[in-house]
């Protein structure tokens, strides 16, 4: 298993360019967590934050993607 902070490099094809995106390992499991639980593939999140993001780096729109998340099912569990 891989340091949290390690950083994993991936690829990527948005619509108009293909890139790369350079995350710790920790994010990685958690995108891929969320990505488990619904039927997105990482390709069409990306796409979606890369139209969203405005002055964001991709890869920062991504660990608020994943901080986000997971913030709002903590607020939700809370409140059952």
């Known amino acids: 298993s891989l ?5 994993v490099k991936r690829n ?7 890139t790369s995106v350079q995350l710790e390992a920790y994010v990685w499991q958690s ?3 969320i ?3 619904g039927s997105i593939k990482f390709s069409l999140l990306c796409a979606e934050l ?3 993001r405005k002055e964001l780096k991709l890869a920062s729109s991504i660990r608020l993607f994943a901080l ?3 913030e709002h099912s903590a607020t939700i569990s809370m409140m059952k």
């Open 3 to 7: 340091h949290p902070y390690i950083l």
């Open 50 to 52: 890369d139209q969203r």
């Open 68 to 70: 986000i998340y997971f």
């Open 31 to 33: 995108i891929d967590a």
């Open 12 to 18: 990527v094809k948005l619509p108009d360019r293909r």
């Open 35 to 37: 990505l488990s639980l």
